[in-house]
């Protein structure tokens, strides 16, 4: 089994500046790509960012110039910070691991989920 753990959330005003973290634990062999989602309400998940295990980094458009994701490979740890935060950013984030694993007794290939951690930013 893997677990992530998310935590980095927070209500902040526009322009202001938070870091998220999320760390996998459990029955790891091998993270892949590691990365963050959102969800605002009413609207689809969609990716922020992510980073593949040799560092290479993707952004949504939206993001690009102001968020910076990166990963601590010996604590399989990803973060985001974030910076210039503007409303729009104001969503639940989701933390999103690609691994191998053992989970339920075999050696799988897994994506794994995080709670989520909520984003508001408003003046």
């Known amino acids: 089994q893997v677990q992530l753990v998310e935590s980095g959330g927070g209500l902040l005003q526009p322009g202001g500046s938070l870091r998220l973290s999320c760390a996998a634990s459990?029955?790891?062999?091998?993270?892949?790509?590691m990365g963050w989602y959102r969800q605002a309400p009413g609207k689809q998940r969609e990716l922020v960012a992510d980073?593949?295990?040799?560092?290479?980094?993707n952004y949504v458009d939206s993001v690009k110039g102001r968020f910076t994701i990166s990963r601590d490979g010996a604590k399989n740890t990803v973060y985001l910070q974030m910076n210039s935060l503007k409303p729009e950013d104001t969503a639940v984030y989701y933390c999103?691991?690609?691994?191998?694993?053992?989970?339920?007794?075999?050696?799988?290939?897994?994506?794994?989920w995080g709670q989520g951690t909520q984003v508001t930013v408003s003046s």
């Open positions: 459990g029955s790891i062999l091998r993270v892949n790509t």
């Open positions: 980073i593949t295990n040799g560092g290479n980094t």
């Open positions: 999103n691991v690609n691994c191998v694993a053992v989970d339920k007794g075999g050696v799988r290939r897994n994506d794994y």
